[in-house]
């Protein structure tokens, strides 16, 4: 079962390069999931947290578990009404200055990974997640 499982497999792969990707961001103060968050509101524009979280394929608790960290270090404003359907979180001059100086790190980071993971899986696993996101 081991042999076959994806499952298995997604978590081995995803535990390297978290493991890699941690140490490159650690001087920076940020884990990964908080630099993807940053990523994905810096390309999506101001964003609901609920379509977000959607996006992102999280659980809501684990979404306003990152974004206390980014809202407290003033990298995203949370803008909006009464209820958590109306806020908007939009990523701050402040989270985008963060994420150009993670830059270089990143560029580091995904070199290393490629040749370690290789371009053929790392080209095959771009063209899957475009294709999740495009659903």
């Not at 042999?3 to 497999?9: F, G, M, S």
């Not at 390309?43 to 306003?64: I, N, W």
Request: glycine content about 6%.
């Amino acid at each position: 079962m081991a042999r076959e499982c994806i499952a298995v497999r997604v978590r081995l792969v995803n535990r390297l390069v978290t493991a890699h990707c941690e140490d490159k961001l650690r001087p920076h103060g940020l884990h990964v999931a908080q630099v993807n968050l940053l990523c994905a509101m810096a390309a999506m524009g101001p964003v609901q947290p609920s379509v977000l979280a959607e996006r992102m394929f999280l659980e809501k608790s684990t979404l306003s578990r990152d974004l206390q960290v980014l809202l407290g270090q003033g990298y995203v404003q949370r803008d909006g009404g009464k209820d958590a359907r109306s806020q908007i979180l939009t990523i701050t001059p402040q989270g985008i200055a963060k994420l150009e100086a993670i830059m270089p790190l990143w560029t580091e980071a995904q070199r290393e990974l490629t040749k370690q993971l290789g371009t053929t899986f790392v080209s095959a696993l771009s063209d899957t997640v475009d294709d999740l996101w495009a659903k």
